[in-house]
């Protein structure tokens, strides 16, 4: 035998032994996945939805509440229901903020004697509001309190300013979900 031979005798004997161990580890693998397979066939796994009814879509403050002078408060009630199907996180925020008086106006959104926001429009929006300390349970309906308050202190330069805002609901699942996360 020649040494160019030998050579390539020797690369061809590495090359199986090489496909042979490969071959090993892919009988081993697969072995490996199958009882895994097996092991996991009795999980439940279960999806939902998440559904929030947001006052059944109706503004909660109308064009005709909507004239104010310094010291006034107005006082709207209006509802949140969880029509899902596990209890969920909420957190209520403005959207779509416009008009000189997103500044000006104090509102507090109140669950009975409970704060869950104050500030102006302007700062209650989707990215400062954080999830209401309480869960709101499957079918529950809370009876929600919006407290807009022109305050003493604001002169005549606020004259015929406006606000106009969506108030906006979002929600998620409780579940494995303990940091109340949206995102």
Known sequence: MSGNQTDTSKKLTKSIILAVILAVCLCITTFALVYATIMVENSIFRTGKVEINLNDGK?????SDFLF?????????FFIKNNSTGSVYYRL???NISGGLADVLEITIKDGDTILYSGTAATLNRNN?????EMLQVGEKKILSAYF??????GNYTQNMTLTFNMCA???QTKNNPDKLFD
């Open 59 to 63: 503004p909660i403050i109308s064009k």
């Open 69 to 77: 002078e310094p010291g006034m408060t107005l006082v709207e009630d």
């Open 93 to 95: 925020y403005f959207d």
């Open 129 to 133: 509001v954080k999830a209401a300390e």
């Open 149 to 154: 308050h022109f305050p003493e202190d604001k």
């Open 170 to 172: 979002d929600a998620v």
